[in-house]
């Protein structure tokens, strides 16, 4: 199998609050960014992936005339599907440079598309029809069961915001860099029982790009390309009410799958990059993923194990909850990723010695998930 390649990633300018920015721009800029990179050009590119705005608009914004188009939007997990999508596209010969990109004026509205859920839906219908309120409603409730079932607590979900906040204060990028204690996490302001405010992710302006080849033309590029070594998708419902486990999402099935194409194993795994739309998202992907087993999550994610100097380095820009959420976060788990492959960083936040990176994204109502393998070259 022809081995495809990560050859540049980038963000928007800013990220932040951005009343200025429509999300075109911020995806233009991060397109730009991404392809500087790489050394390559626009015309370059001749395979789109986007989610929410059409792959079709989106080029011809960015002056593309791309012969593949992928517009798969399933919420946070899009674009780590998108990276298996990409992959399968460059191994088929259908294009030659793949731009995965995304934008949301998440905070300022500028240009944002409609993603309200239309009437003939089944959240519509079965469950908005009756007052349940998603998507914390939904991860709420599921938070819920699994505190009664395995005993998990809120604190537990404190230390997730927590070391998400202390590694964001190694971000210049990130929007909340103060200091953060379990206890202003525990004595934030509820919004959905068992969430806090601080529990919740930001509500950011943000454009990120991915850029990937195949691994023959990548030796010719900028930079130390990174390597996908494996990925995997999965979905199991849409609603909540559909979900088959509560406490257990599809992540078990896409984590499989990609560590079974990568041929590696969760202990070989260096840095991971978790969605974290809500400290209970973070939790109980790692359990799904297999880092630890059902109900354990609480109990893996305390004294600082997932912090910086702790033993499970995760969310190193800061995640959703610290850094940046324009609405979807998961190409940002992507560009983090590479990043710390590459060694980028100076200082707490650079990971010693990566050579393994996970990357996990979440959409909808734990609903779909992606999940990537990435490898040092």
Request: aromatic letters at 6%; charged letters at 20%; proline letters at 5%.
């Given at each position: ?30 397109a ?8 390559l ?44 999508h990409?992959a ?20 300022s509205?500028?240009g ?14 079965f469950?908005r ?12 409730m ?10 998990t ?24 860099r ?14 959905a ?40 998708e ?35 795994i260096?840095v991971a ?5 809500f ?9 799904d993923?297999g ?9 893996f ?36 990723g ?33 999940t ?6």
């Open positions: 199998m022809t081995m495809v390649d990560i050859v540049g990633v980038g963000e928007s300018d800013q990220v932040g609050i951005l009343p200025d920015k429509s999300t075109l721009q911020l995806m233009a800029e991060a730009r960014n991404a392809l500087l990179e790489a050394g050009l626009p015309r370059d590119v001749d395979g789109i992936f986007t989610a929410d705005l059409s792959a079709r608009d989106v080029a011809e914004y960015l002056g593309i005339r791309p012969s593949y188009m992928d517009g798969t939007s399933v919420g946070g997990s899009s674009f780590v599907m998108q990276l298996g990409a399968a596209a460059l191994q088929a010969n259908l294009c030659r440079v793949a731009l995965i990109v995304h934008g949301e004026s998440g905070r509205g500028v944002l598309p409609s993603i309200s859920t239309g009437p003939q839906s089944p959240e519509a219908a469950e029809s009756i007052g349940h309120f998603s998507p914390i409603g939904s991860y709420a599921a938070c819920s069961r699994h505190m009664h079932l395995y005993g607590t809120r604190r537990h979900l404190a230390e997730v915001a927590v070391a998400a906040r202390q590694w964001a204060m190694h971000n210049p990028r990130a929007l909340k103060d200091p953060l204690s379990i206890d202003e996490v525990l004595q934030a302001k509820l919004v029982w068992p969430f806090g405010r601080l529990d919740c992710c930001l509500v950011t302006d943000a454009g990120g790009a991915v850029i990937l080849t195949r691994a023959d033309m990548a030796r010719d590029l900028r930079l130390r390309p990174i390597r996908l070594l494996g990925h995997g999965a979905t199991d419902h849409s609603i909540i009410s559909q979900m088959p486990d509560i406490t257990s999402g599809p992540g078990r099935h896409s984590a499989e799958r990609a560590f079974r194409m990568a041929g590696v194993d969760r202990s070989d260096d990059q978790i969605y974290d739309s400290t209970y998202t973070a939790l109980v992907s790692l359990e993923i880092f630890c087993q059902p109900g354990e999550g609480g109990d994610v305390s004294n600082g194990r997932i912090a910086p100097g702790g033993a499970f380095p995760m969310n190193t820009s800061g995640g959703g909850l610290s850094y940046t959420h324009p609405g979807m976060f998961g190409i940002f788990t992507i560009i983090e590479v990043r710390q492959l590459r060694a980028d960083f100076q200082g707490p936040r650079q990971v010693a010695n990566v050579e393994l990176a996970l990357v996990h994204g979440t959409g909808g109502t734990m609903s779909t998930t992606g990537a393998i990435l490898a040092r070259t």
